[in-house]
């Protein structure tokens, strides 16, 4: 890649750039500038030296294309960082905001998170305590961590040992039962949350629940429970696939009991797959909706179902202010998830990653 | 070690020995092998159990339940127990008889004065409702004077109250309401119902919903599948050519939207289209439409399918990438030294090997797109809406609880198949995210 800012190209590219800044005097435009025709030139493989001029464009129209593509897939999420911090109660830039004025930037959508639903927002007294238990986008999210962290314990507990029953070469029927256990994942949320409605709103048949599971914490968190397992299936016997058997005969020869098998070699090797698969089903659960507006009360709203209210009544910033913690949040679940990939990888001596 | 293996080992064995190789403890092998075995695959499925029995009682029993909503509809014989049993051998010919009449009268007084869930004479007039617009009323008002009606002759009694008892199409609709399993929710679920004679006929065409809404689901998931395949596949070839370094790199910009919540991509697509959002700002800074002519990009279907491929687009990059990096580079190389043309050696030797991929990808997006209700529900107005969202406002706001299972019903049927065939072409283990 360095080779290529010595090239002629690349003091084209620099001159087009300065070019576009002098005539547009836009900052974002340069930028974009910049993005759409650097991308392409810094992706470009050393293509053999009998490549025609005709194969060298098209090389660049196809890697201009990807690049766009690319955009598409990251602007959306990019926008609504600045967008969260705008002064005007919209969601657009402002004039002031394409200038990158500072008045037309606050942090007000981020005090409102805290703000709003709390009895006296300005009182001093009891401040902490008031917003811990009114502010409503706070009580959303307790409620959406409280239910994710429950259904990802359940879904792990179970969902790691039916995957290590699946993975056995001895398991029968086996891909009967794999198309049952990931139909949670396949089978549309409204009809898994519409079943769930009926049956978890009869009277008289839940133990301990006599008025049913509806509108209660226990029907949320096993819904997501189920809308999680498939993830924590297919995560764990992934890592399984490549799961050599020998070792459980070698520490068994050795003597080993089953539990000192199962805790000293077969755990160590399947964590990363266990500890990916309950962050998927964690992050099922944070952005589950359908269920939620089926199953919950007003009580029971997580931080999604009060998006979802807010996306569709009025529209505030205070939304893109949450989406940009949830996106931060993504970013961090995300290098979590290659970390452990790489270490998953390293054990399994695949690649060094 | 299979049993076959084992025989063959045994027939070796016979031409020496004829006995069956003993184990220590004096049990013949093969026994004692099966036994193992036997006792093996129950722990693997033992391992199991717990979670396929969470699933049954928590996915596959409440779905089940629903099926039989569908077609198992009691309000009927809920509200006017006696009626029902009186009507059920009624030949349909003319209007019942006058015994029939009064067991109506007198189940519809006591169903007035009920007050209990399922059982008032409301339920049942909803129900009728469904299959006779207007009934409501007949029922509320006969209802009501009912209970006067305290000697025959029954039928004129009634005939007085409404004329509109004395046409047969009403008894006729009753005697089918007061039957406990039904059809009658998969005809209004496919656009049918039940003309004055009680055939089954076609509904208007001015008063078709369900059957064009599941058609445009159809077309509209698979128009989105289909973007999502033209946009992924360049860029899974790209990832899948580059050094691992970059691709690495570039790969975060797939899988950051992958990880990112629904709502948040929902609501930045919100922003991004809006006719004051960013790419109508864009059109309009470049000169490509003017200010007063923003395009009206959101709550509408085009705001629906721009939304979806942007959410379902890592579901057919990520099962194309890993399919692709899979293809030895040196196999086009071998076709263009052999001297086939570009184009030519990408149709014949690189695609073939992708469509695995492609099968993979572009089922899982069909199967998710289908069923997808928060980015219609959100963005969509009133033309982007998909089957789902009028099923979810059967159950939550016109309570037609059967009328929803049904759609459900349907809904899943089609899913289930397109699931079948994914298990069949691609197989249900070879699902991997990242």
Known sequence: MMKRIQTLGFYALVAATALFFVFTESFAGTFGFIIIFGLPYFLMNDLPPYATAAEKIGKYAFLSLCTLIFIFLILPILVIIPLSFNAEPYFSFTEGMMALDPSAYSTRWYEDIVRFGMTAPDGTENWWSDMWNNATWIRAMRNSFWYALCATILATGIGTLAALGLSRPEMPYRSAITSLLISPMIVPLVITATGMFFFYSQKNVFPFFPDGLINRDIGIILAHTTLGVPFVIITVTATLTGFDRSLIRASQGLGASGWTTFTKVIMPLIIPGMISGALFAFITSLDEVVAVIFLADVDQRTIPRQMFSGLREQISPTILAVATILVIMSVLLLTTLELLRRRSERLRGLSPG | ?434
């Not at chain 2, 049993?3 to 063959?8: E, K, Y």
């Not at chain 2, 509200?79 to 109506?104: H, R, T």
């Not at chain 2, 982007?384 to 899943?412: E, F, P």
Request: with cysteine; proline share 5%; hydrophobic share 50%.
């Open chain 2, 1 to 434: 070690m299979s049993d076959a293996a084992l025989g063959t080992n045994h027939s070796a064995n016979n031409g020496a020995a004829s006995e069956p190789l003993i184990a220590a403890d004096g049990i013949p092998l093969k026994q004692k092998l099966a036994k193992t075995t036997r006792r093996m695959k129950m722990q693997a499925f033992l391992l199991t159990v717990p979670l396929v029995l969470f699933l049954l009682v928590s996915f596959v029993l409440p779905i089940g339940q629903m099926l039989y909503r569908s077609v198992h509809n009691p309000t009927g014989s809920n509200v006017m127990p006696n009626f029902a049993v009186a009507i059920k051998n009624w030949d349909g010919q003319g209007l019942p008889s006058e015994e029939i009449f009064e067991v109506f009268v007198k189940d519809m007084a006591l169903a007035r004065k009920n007050r209990e869930v399922g059982k008032t004479i409301g339920n049942l007039a909803t129900r009728v409702n469904y299959e006779i617009p207007g009934a409501r009323s007949l029922f509320t008002k006969s209802a009501r004077r009912a209970g006067r009606i305290t000697e025959g002759p029954y039928k004129e009694a009634l005939f007085a109250i409404d004329k509109r008892w004395e046409n047969p199409h009403i008894w006729l609709t009753l005697q089918r309401v007061t039957k406990d399993f039904t059809a009658a929710f998969y005809l209004a679920a496919t656009d049918q119902k039940y003309d004055e004679a009680g055939n089954i006929v076609w509904a208007d065409e001015l008063y078709q919903i369900y059957l064009p809404i599941l058609w445009k689901t159809i077309w509209l998931s698979a128009l989105i599948t289909a973007l999502c395949f033209i946009i992924a596949y360049p860029v899974a070839y790209l990832l899948s050519t580059l050094p691992l370094r970059t691709s690495n790199l570039l790969m975060i910009l797939v899988l950051l939207p992958f990880w990112t919540s629904l709502l948040v991509r929902t609501s930045a697509w919100i922003a991004m289209l809006q006719t004051e959002g960013i790419i109508n700002n864009i059109f309009v800074y470049l000169g490509f439409i003017s200010d007063e002519n923003r395009i009206q990009m959101i709550y509408n279907m085009t705001g629906t399918v721009i939304a979806m491929v942007h959410i379902l687009l890592p579901f057919m990059i990520l099962p194309l990438y890993s399919v692709m990096k899979t293809i030895p580079p040196s196999y086009m190389r071998a076709a263009r030294s052999m001297g086939a043309s570009g184009t030519y050696s990408f149709v014949k030797v690189y695609f073939p090997q992708t469509v695995p991929g492609i099968a993979a990808g572009t089922l899982l997006v069909f199967i998710l797109a289908i069923g997808y209700y928060i980015t219609p529900a959100l963005v969509g107005g009133n033309d982007g809406l998909l089957i789902s969202n009028l099923i979810a406002d059967h159950i939550k706001k016109t309570l037609n609880w059967s009328l929803g299972a049904a759609l459900g019903t349907i809904l899943l049927t089609v899913v289930l198949i397109f699931y079948w065939l994914y298990n069949k072409l691609v197989g249900v283990d070879n699902l991997k995210f990242g």
